[in-house]
């Protein structure tokens, strides 16, 4: 029985693991869980999976939990996510959005517990102090990302110097067939209309955006220890090409199949075995009949080619590049900028960025936090 820890319980990844975890009781066993103000939802997962340790965002929802069940140990805030993960468990299932899960992840690797990793921005944002500390501790960083999990399942049995290049699929999100100029003054609804997964909110504005491809290259990056000279991006429109890898010989390997996060959730878990995946999404070649491919155009997504310059730039910039997109798809959500004043934010942020000597991962958490208030600021005052 693998004892699992999962951040984020609430939300569309922490959802389809809880899927995973129900249809495989007699391997997986909920014991820890966070979520953020998502209560009536939380509740459901209590009663239904009883775990012994809960973490919440706000004080007022550690005490209505604890009032409700006496039974359970909760935390809160961000602290209450670090004390979550030193609770007792085999696997930590981090599904956190945003840098928030970055002390969580560096706290597990420290206590040499495995991760499954879906919350990309920890990678982005300290990737270089991340992956040395795992490889030293001997902990497995799983991925889940579909992209990335495709990616890690072709490379089994591959030889690291048979490797090319890597590529990663993108959908092109709610916005592909629309011209820039149409994009001036499209709604958060029109946004947050995927045309092929189900996703929470803010990774869908990240799709429409092409930022959340721009994350997914410098976590692959980061994981698979390539240069970025080596990563590419090819439009597929219909996701069922999670991503592929190119061997040097010129041979492709792909991993393909339903629009169905579930699938790299499980392999997380149950890495290094496949097992029958239940009530698994048909997926027929034949229905399928064609799929297409097409370049990138990096003058129509703006955001995934600064999203390279970051990356290669290393440091502290993708940290910057990071937040800035955090506080302004949060104010889109919020109906306090246009759509396309996204894409202003971050590269203002990023291009009045100066890096810090000696980097360090107390300055790196320093250097988001400043860059989170001067983006809220700039909101503020219309400045960008």
Known sequence: MKKICLLGATGSIGTSTLDVIKNNSDKFQLVAMSFGKNIEKAQKIIEDFSPKYVSVQTEELAETLKNKYPQIDVFYGNEGLNQLVQTDYNLLLNAVMGSVGLIPTMTAIELGRDIAIANKETLVVAG????????????????????????????????????????????????????????????????LNHPNWSMGAKITIDSATMVNKGLEVIEAHHLFQVDYDDINVIMHRESVVHSLITLKDGAMYAELGASDMRQPIQFALTYPDHIPLVNEKEFSLAKLATIHFEEVNYERFPMLALAFKVGRLGGSFPAVFNAANEVAVAAFLQEKIEFLDIEKIIEKAVGNHVEVNDLSLEKLIFIDSETRNKVENWISDKNF
């Open 128 to 191: 270089d102090f991340i992956m040395p500390a795992a490889k030293k501790a001997g902990v497995n960083l799983l991925p889940v990302d579909s992209e990335h999990s495709a990616i890690f399942q072709v490379l089994q049995g591959v030889k690291e110097t048979d490797l090319r290049d890597i590529t990663i699929t993108a959908s092109g999100g709610s916005f592909r067939d629309k011209k820039r100029s149409e994009l001036v003054g499209v709604s958060v609804g029109d946004a």
